[in-house]
Nanobody, 122 residues
Framework: VQLQASGGGLVQAGGSLRLSCAAS????????IGWFRQAPGKEREGISC????????YYSDSVKGRFTISRDNAKNTLYLQMNNLEREDTAVYYC????????????????WGKGTQVTVSS
């Protein structure tokens, strides 16, 4: 049972990246799921989540309008399209399952994947 994030890398400010998170050993169909990130010297931040059927999505103010979360339950995979990246987006990004995606973010996070590094240069 694990989550594996991929797609991170080095990108210039203003550029785009697409992160993926593949689940193995279990089905994502019945789990809310989201993305957290942690920048050096900063607390971990929940930035986005999506409900089981994809009808509800949450974005933190820091990424709203620039990032788009989606899921493909048939592929057991979560995505995060990141556009107009800023230096402040530099962090390790983690995908996480939880009980619910609500207005405050991912509720009761439980399974954490290994992170993927995103570095945005100026």
């Amino acid at each position: 049972v694990q989550l594996q994030a991929s797609g991170g890398g080095l990108v210039q400010a203003g550029g785009s990246l697409r992160l993926s998170c593949a689940a193995s050993g279990f089905s994502l169909n019945y789990r809310a799921i989201g993305w957290f990130r942690q920048a050096p010297g900063k607390e971990r931040e929940g930035i986005s989540c999506i409900s089981t059927n994809g009808n509800f999505k949450y974005y933190s103010d820091s990424v709203k309008g620039r990032f788009t979360i989606s899921r493909d339950n048939a592929k057991n995979t979560l995505y995060l399209q990141m556009n107009n990246l800023e230096r402040e987006d530099t962090a390790v990004y983690y995908c996480v399952t939880g009980s619910w995606c609500v207005v405050a973010g991912l509720d009761e996070p439980d399974l954490w994947g290994k992170g993927t590094q995103v570095t945005v240069s100026s």
